[in-house]
């Protein structure tokens, strides 16, 4: 089993900044992406970012490019989300995601954290 416990949620206003963080613990060693996603109220949950466990390959969806970006601290086992400019419309739940291959779709990540909420306001 793998844990992912995220923090750095909050309210923020438009055109400001917020990092989040997503810590792993357990069988990390399963691990080959981390992934972030959101869900907005009435939506589906949505891809944000990936990156790969080594760092090596990351991606975003259009809406974020270029204003987050994501990281990988091994050392920590932690997946951070810097998110500038941020925008009404990026209010939602942030969750992150393990798993053991590179996809921008959901159900294909093996292990979820319990999200933390985003809230930017106009």
């Known amino acids: 089993q793998v844990q992912l416990v995220e923090s750095g949620g909050g309210l923020v206003q438009a055109g400001g900044s917020l990092r989040l963080s997503c810590a792993a613990s357990g069988r990390t060693f399963e691990i080959y992406t981390m992934g972030w996603f959101r869900q907005a109220p009435g939506k589906e949950r949505e891809f944000v970012a990936f990156?790969?466990?080594?760092?090596?390959?990351?991606y975003y969806a259009d809406l974020v490019k270029g204003r987050f970006t994501i990281s990988m601290d091994n050392a920590k086992s932690t997946v951070y989300l810097q998110m500038n400019s941020l925008k009404p419309d990026d209010t939602a739940v942030y969750y992150c995601a393990a798993g053991r291959i590179t996809t921008i779709y959901p159900d294909s990540y093996d292990y979820w954290g319990q999200g933390t909420q985003v809230t930017v306001s106009s």
């Open positions: 990156t790969t466990w080594g760092g090596t390959d990351e």
